[in-house]
């Protein structure tokens, strides 16, 4: 069979989908799921005799490695989705096998989104873990700077929203006057929370003297531009003198 009518015989049984795309890998479809960049879950489907082979190209391990992440971690990450979705994992690639072209769609559908759950779970757990860290650091300084007393630790505040957020740290400051500390890491999912919590409570929240967004680790630019929207951003090695003069002022 031809490459061509490989991907029109696929193609009639997947109309939901873009048109498919034929490489060396098989028959390429990008879905509608993402990866924690926001790039989307491209599926390969191979012919088989009869049936199909379905798989990710080694799309989720490729996602972490483009983030520089821990390898190790990914592979737990990607055989614990294979095993929630009854996939298997053949050379860093979530797989299954289809009878025939029935199966195609939902083979394709589970495929790609334990390609986007495996990705997504290893970046969120080793940012966990970095900003884990980066909190006992930040708890650190902050001792030295102000009276244990005044220091809150996973402060909650309401949002003008209704949603409750808790910050890492809250440094009260006179009456009634606070600043606000999280640790950030450069990865989609902690920018983005702590872009909706700053957000959230900006405006209308007077008792609020600063929120600080203090990072260890370099932040891409796109990232600081939106964070400064709501936040100072502070690199950890500022955080001292930059919380000394807070509270001197």
């Known amino acids: 069979m031809s490459a061509a009518s490989q991907c029109d015989d696929i193609q009639s049984a997947l109309a939901l989908l873009p048109p498919c795309e034929q490489t060396e890998q098989g028959a390429r479809f990008v879905t509608h799921c993402l990866y924690p960049s926001f790039t989307p879950v491209a599926v390969y489907v191979v012919r088989i005799g009869d049936g199909y082979t379905v ?5 989720a391990m490729q996602a972490v490695w483009d983030h520089g992440r821990e390898m190790s971690t990914a592979r737990r990450f990607v055989a614990q989705q294979a095993n929630f979705h009854q996939l298997a994992v053949k050379s860093g690639m979530l797989t299954v096998d289809v009878p025939n072209r029935e199966w195609l769609l939902s083979a394709i559908l589970s495929v790609a989104n334990a390609s986007a759950a495996a990705a997504r ?6 940012s966990q873990a970095t900003e884990t860290s980066l909190k006992d650091m930040i708890s650190d ?10 220091i809150a630790t996973e402060f909650a505040m309401r949002g003008r929203s209704g949603k409750t957020h808790h910050f890492d740290f809250a440094i009260s400051r006179g009456l009634n006057e606070l600043i606000v500390v999280d640790a950030v890491s450069p990865h989609h999912v902690s920018i983005a929370s702590k872009y909706v919590a700053f957000s ?11 929120r600080l967004a203090v990072h260890d680790k370099p932040l891409d630019a796109d990232d600081v531009s939106l964070l400064q929207q709501v936040a100072d951003i ?16």
Do not use: C, M, W, Y
Request: charged share 25%.
């Open 234 to 249: 502070v690199p950890f090695a500022s955080l001292e003198p930059g919380v000394k003069r807070q509270l001197s002022k």
């Open 121 to 126: 779970s290893t970046l969120e757990a080793v």
């Open 200 to 210: 959230d409570t900006s405006d209308g929240f007077d008792n609020i003297r600063s």
């Open 55 to 59: 798989h990710d190209g080694g799309g």
């Open 141 to 150: 300084v902050l001792k030295k700077v102000a009276p244990s007393h005044s």
